[in-house]
């Protein structure tokens, strides 16, 4: 029904744009200034980040510094828990989960640290007197260039700013200028919430110094300061009382530095002063095109790795705000596209090697204390943030990630061995800057150990996209050491003898066997598909390193030990061990479907029992939740198969937030809305629509897998696969591949999967894979099919038929296809 409808539609709408004209369209547009954060437009280096309100009588930089958090260096672990773990686990076992709950609350979890907040810097606030009165109004976000631009006329005067965050020069850099000269007067000033951080004068600048804020009885440590100073073209300016005041200027270049005395987790020994300063300096000896040009040259050799077309209709020419507001109503297939690139944009923006990772908010936050701290919530949001930076070709943006993931190694080593008396390391549901690695909240959310294999799983797929032998070498070490905590760490069970972890959660749901009054549990489905992945990759690790064959053998056995993944009465994949299930739960994780997406356990092809389970229960779920849970819901529907229902979940997530609207969906300024703002929504839908595309979990590139009927002709290029094949370009039209060229980066079997037949170019022979090279990444990626339970008759799901074809690949050479 949807095609019919839709395909009307189109005829009547649809028109075609040549390349350069869709390029031009990938901006974020308003036809009025911002009247709070969710409307401001995100600018950042991944240090240094702004939200553009773009009023014109006062304009407002809400500012922020990457490494400003709450607290200084801290491990939150003691050594009461050991002792509490034995009677804990004996709770669960005889059933009697409230009891073990609040035990493992009292004694487990940390009390008195529960994690620092990330936090604002401040706001650089601009004056113009006189600009209440204006028109002619447009404020924009052009993602293709990281540059925000604000327009409008005063009494026949054009007024404009342009603002970006500059990746090589580290300042934010604002340029005020006109159509008119010496028609600029306004005044500068910088502030911030923090306690002592008062604004002075020194020379030609203003500054502010302070110190972040004490936070359940962790000192504030982290020093910072910040700078402001002003060019001017004609006029003049006076700085005084922490005051940059302009007169009658034809142009002004404003430059702010910000930093901290951060060197790294344990380490606040730098000085924030002569950062702050020379960064400012350095800047300020240069012009307003030449720190554009470098920072745009920067920004676009990431962000022009891919392109993306799926077509435009007249809605493009709509402000953003009322495209998202419209958009399940209507079709505008452009802005799927956007805020496909607008994830891109923010994981550039955030996200920088050498850097720290985007936490919950990414970098952009005006709030001292905001919403779950804006830390690294692990047990999904972090993991999520970087689904899109292998496959969207943003592989460098996932190094802060990986980094994170080393020093909670060493962190979490600590942790494991005080608190559990186990070898190895271990992380909890949250960690921060300081990378603290204990249980932390309390234990209905926290008391979930299992977090180490989940974000180890980020380096072995890094891994897999790559090929890169020596890279897998140097983190074999850390997924070792994850792998030895779950050896010491699971014990048996009573009722059937398999390996459990324990206490857990399946996060953050309470289940029937509590009478839903618990999460604390064990042997929870999404424990043992972690652990499974963690061990399998330990073991294909060892093999292809040509190492450590007796500890493989050993995590294959525990493997083997461990709970299969069970279908229960109502025909659902259990979320627990136990058929506690109900079909009515609407809850906004989905943990038990990680066997689905991200992990590659749950195959229609090699598991379809477990498949048509696993759908079974995200119908259960339903399809409205919290931003960020239906940006998981994308990529859940993109491996069923099923692009229309993926599509619909695309059009619930653009649902327009506004304050007198409530609910998940998107903010103004295509922000994700938990509510409040987190930037994971943003991210999982990027790699959903990635996924709706091309997929290469499942031993092949999956081409057009879960292409909606809407979608009838477009184009992606830059995507990457697994297997270190880059796909140059993937053309479609009438819903079928016209078509592909891939690059091979490092050579070996290319395995496509397709619903439409395929030829080479050259004449290359292609046969119906019947296997190929073991040895080649594709192979290792098809793990040891899971444990499953005893099998169940269900109504599984029809697929379409695949055709799959291997062909030889060398190194660096492209191939070509076409539909036969």
Known sequence: M??????????????????????????????????????????????????????????????????LWAGSPNNNIHDKAKDALPTVRKLIFEGKYVEAQDLATKEIMSQTNHGMPYQTFGDLFVSFPGHADYSAYYRELDIENAISTVQYKVDGVNFKREVLTAFDDQVILLRLSTDQPGKITCQLQLNSPHD???????????????????????????????RVKAKLTGGKQIVKDGIIQIEGADEVLVYVSMATNFINYKD????????????????????????????????????????????ITEAASKPTDQRVAEFSQG?????????????????ISSSQPGG?????????????????????????????????????????????????????????????????????????????????????????SGMWPSAGAWVSQHLWERYLFTGDKQYLEEVYPVMKGAAEFFLDFMIEEPENNWLVVTPSNSPENVHAGSGGKA??????????QLVFDLFSNISRASKILGKDEAFAMEVEKAKKRMPPMQVGKHG????????????????????HLYGVAPSNQISPIRTPELFDAARTSLIFRGDPSTGWSMGWKVNLWARFLDGNHAYKLLQDQLSLVTPDKKGGGTYPNLLDAHPPFQIDGNFGCTAGIAEMLMQSHDGAIHLLPALPDVWEAGSIHGLVARGAFEIIELTWKQNKIEKLVVKARIGGNLRLRSSDQLRNEKGFRMSKAKGSNPNHLFE???????????????????????????????KGKTYTFYRK
Request: glycine share 6%.
């Open 572 to 591: 659902q994949l259990q979320e627990w061990m136990h058929d506690w299930d109900d079909p009515k739960d609407q809850h906004r994780h989905v943990s």
């Open 356 to 444: 720290q990772p985007a936490n919950l908010q990414g970098i952009w936050n005006d709030r001292l204390f905001p919403s779950w701290d804006s830390k690294y919530t692990v047990n999904i949001n972090a993991e999520m943030n970087y689904w899109p930076a292998e496959v969207t070709n943003l592989t460098e943006m996932h190094e802060p990630f990986l980094q994170l993931v080393k020093e909670v190694s060493e962190t979490g080593r600590e942790a494991a061995e005080k608190l559990y008396g186990a070898k190895g390391w271990v992380l909890h549901h949250n960690t921060d800057i300081w990378r603290i690695a204990g249980p932390l909240d309390r234990a209905p």
């Open 331 to 347: 079709f505008d297939p452009h802005l799927v596209a956007l805020y496909f690139q607008f994830g891109r944009y923010l994981l």
């Open 196 to 226: 002592n951080a008062d604004a002075v004068t020194e020379n030609d600048q203003i500054l502010v110094s302070g110190v972040s804020s004490m936070h359940e009885k962790q000192p504030g440590r982290l020093k910072f300061q910040g």
């Open 2 to 67: 949807m095609k019919i409808a839709f395909g009307l539609l189109l005829t009547l709408v649809v028109f075609c744009v040549s390349a350069q004209e869709f390029d031009d369209k990938m901006k974020l547009w308003y036809d009025r200034p911002a009247s709070n954060w969710n409307e401001a437009l995100p600018l950042g280096n991944g240090r240094l980040g702004a939200m553009v309100f773009g009023t014109p009588a006062m304009e407002r930089l809400q500012l922020n510094e990457e490494t």
């Open 268 to 311: 606040i020994s730098g000085d924030e002063v002569s950062k702050s300063q020379e960064l400012l300096e350095n800047a300020f000896s240069k012009d307003f095109e030449s720190i554009k040009s470098s920072h745009v040259d920067y920004f676009k050799g990431y962000m022009d790795r891919v392109s993306i077309d799926l077509g």
């Open 780 to 810: 290792i990626m098809k793990i040891n099919d899971p444990i499953i339970s005893p099998e169940v008759k269900l109504n599984k799901v029809e697929l379409p038929k695949f055709w799959e074809y291997d062909i030889m690949t060398t």
């Open 519 to 528: 999460t604390t549990a064990a042997g929870v489905t999404i424990d043992n």
